[in-house]
């Protein structure tokens, strides 16, 4: 019996060891029987004739046919041929060597009991060599053994084949936890996810409600600006005109200072007339004096003479009299047109200041209740409270930041417009009692003052 090779699951009975013992049919019992007592190992022989199987001679069937000694004797003497003619043996397994191993053994166990230990022909046949044939024998219980390694492969096949299925199902059951578990964090995370779309749109729905109401906010601002706007164009018209108006009721005071100058050139000759009137008033008293005390008895001839010059003294007299009382009538009359345009001057001037103030503290009321700065920062609510603001663009124009500058200008007219009209309330005073000495002091006084003064300056940026 031979040695079997290593078995694999497409091993075939042609890769099994096989017995190569072939006679012909014309071949005497008695050498068949020589090689079954020289070859223990000898399973059978292959009776073939013309590449033609005949029969087959079994080690078993050798054994029934040796144990009767009458067919014994008819075996050894007659050949194969005579033989297996007058014997009748039984049918022969034949199969082809790509035969698999379970086929084989599922057909041999398909045999009469008493036939499962005969060998099978193993026929190798050439498509090329058609005549030629190759009759070889198999042991059946080879074939067995072999089946059972295969058997074997296979159990450890189906061992592994289950052990990977155990495993398969292990890591399923692995997998499917872990699949669990991440279904579970999957809807945890969903959970999450929906909780954060909500805020998301319920942020989303604030910040446009939000966005409208700033959309209403800069519209109200734009509007605002429109409308500090016109104020502020109205606001400088009505200064240009206030200013106007002043700078006219200026340019008329200090052209009634000229006439109150060429007036007072006029009081000064009619007091150096007076003055010269009361020195010949003096001299003709003294003359008169004199005349009298040295001729008692004199002729009325000087003293009417006398009598003449100072009634002429007393015309002339009478004439610069009349002259001054025009003379500050008119003064009166200008200085009461002076004082009507110096209070008219001073009143614009201060509804002008209250103007500019009222305009700027209301711009300043609307910039802080409707900041866009300060409503950005409500919406957002990302600014600290620390933080100085930021001012306002409108703020920072210049033609609103030039209301300061006038407003300065403004006062410090007004001012001046003050002094003079509480000057000219002086001189109002002073004239009307026809006090000339001390209203020719206050007109010096006061156009010395003018001409060292400064003049004002009513030019605006």
Same mark, same amino acid.
């Given at each position: 019996m031979g040695t079997i090779k290593p078995?694999?699951?497409?091993? +075939?009975?042609?890769?099994?060891?096989?017995?190569?013992?072939?006679?012909?049919?014309?071949?005497?019992?008695?050498?068949?029987?020589?090689?079954?007592?020289?070859?223990?190992?000898?399973?059978?022989?292959?009776?073939?004739?013309?590449?033609?199987?005949?029969?087959?001679?079994?080690?078993?069937?050798? !054994? @029934?046919?040796?144990?009767?000694?009458?067919? /014994?004797?008819?075996?050894?003497?007659?050949?194969?041929?005579?033989?297996?003619?007058? /014997?009748?043996?039984? #049918?022969?397994?034949?199969?082809?060597?790509?035969e698999q191993l379970d086929r084989a053994v599922k057909n041999v166990l398909n045999r009469q009991r008493q036939l499962w230990h005969e060998p099978i022909v193993v026929v190798f046949a050439d498509k090329n060599l058609p005549e030629f044939k190759d009759f070889l024998l198999l042991d059946v219980n080879l074939l067995l053994r072999a089946q059972y390694q295969r058997n074997k492969l296979l159990q450890r096949a189906f061992n592994?084949?289950?052990?990977? =299925?155990?495993?398969?199902?292990?890591?399923?059951?692995?997998?499917?936890?872990?699949? &669990?578990?991440?279904? =579970?964090?999957? &809807? !945890? /995370? @969903? =959970?999450?996810?929906?909780?954060?779309?909500?805020?998301? !749109?319920?942020?989303?729905? !604030?910040?446009?409600?939000?966005q409208e109401?700033?959309?209403?906010l800069q519209q109200e601002i734009m509007a605002l600006? #429109?409308?500090?706007?016109?104020?502020?164009?109205? +606001?400088?018209?009505?200064?240009?005109?206030?200013?106007?108006?002043?700078?006219? #009721?200026?340019? &008329?005071?200090?052209?009634?200072?000229?006439?109150? =100058?060429?007036?007072?050139? %006029?009081?000064?000759?009619?007091?150096?007339?007076?003055?010269?009137?009361?020195?010949?008033?003096?001299?003709?008293?003294?003359?008169a004096a004199i005349i009298t005390n040295n001729n008692p008895h004199i002729h009325l001839h000087g003293f009417s003479k006398i009598s003449s010059e100072i009634g002429k003294l007393v015309v002339q007299t009478l004439d610069i009299g009349r002259q +001054?009382?025009?003379?500050?009538?008119?003064?009166?009359?200008?200085?009461?047109?002076?004082?009507s345009s110096a209070e008219d001057s001073t009143k614009i001037a201060y509804s002008l200041i209250d103007r500019m103030t009222e305009?700027?503290?209301?711009?300043?009321?609307?910039?802080?209740?409707?900041?866009?700065?300060?409503?950005? &920062?409500?919406?957002?609510?990302? %600014?600290?409270?620390?933080? *100085? *603001?930021?001012? %306002?663009?409108?703020?920072?124009?210049?033609?609103f930041g030039s209301i300061h500058g006038h407003q300065a200008a403004n006062q410090a007219l007004v001012n001046k417009i003050s002094a003079t009209k509480q000057t000219l309330a002086a001189l109002q005073t002073m004239a009307k009692y026809n006090e000339s000495s001390p209203l020719v002091s206050k007109i010096k006084r006061a156009l010395d003052h003018q001409k060292s003064s400064q003049p004002i300056n009513l030019s605006h940026d």
């Open positions: 078995i694999n699951l497409q091993t +075939a009975i042609g890769d099994l060891p096989l017995h190569d013992c072939q006679v012909g049919s014309e071949t005497m019992g008695q050498v068949v029987a020589h090689q079954f007592a020289q070859r223990p190992t000898l399973i059978g022989v292959v009776v073939v004739d013309d590449n033609q199987l005949v029969g087959l001679i079994s080690r078993g069937l050798f !054994e @029934q046919i040796k144990g009767n000694q009458a067919l /014994y004797h008819q075996f050894i003497n007659h050949s194969l041929r005579t033989f297996l003619q007058g /014997y009748q043996p039984q #049918s022969v397994m034949v199969m082809g060597p790509q592994e084949q289950v052990q990977e =299925k155990s495993d398969c199902l292990h890591r399923l059951a692995a997998q499917t936890a872990e699949t &669990k578990h991440h279904a =579970k964090a999957l &809807k !945890e /995370y @969903q =959970k999450i996810v929906s909780q954060k779309n909500h805020q998301i !749109e319920f942020l989303q729905t !604030e910040l446009l409600i939000r109401q700033l959309d209403l600006q #429109s409308l500090v706007g016109m104020e502020i164009d109205r +606001a400088c018209q009505f200064t240009h005109t206030g200013v106007d108006h002043i700078c006219n #009721s200026a340019g &008329k005071i200090v052209q009634i200072s000229h006439l109150l =100058k060429d007036d007072l050139n %006029s009081i000064c000759s009619i007091s150096e007339l007076i003055g010269e009137l009361s020195n010949q008033f003096r001299h003709l008293a003294v003359q +001054a009382d025009r003379m500050a009538y008119n003064f009166r009359s200008r200085i009461d047109e002076l004082t305009m700027g503290q209301i711009f300043h009321d609307q910039l802080g209740e409707n900041d866009p700065h300060n409503t950005q &920062k409500n919406i957002s609510g990302a %600014s600290s409270q620390d933080d *100085p *603001p930021e001012q %306002s663009p409108l703020v920072q124009n210049s033609s």
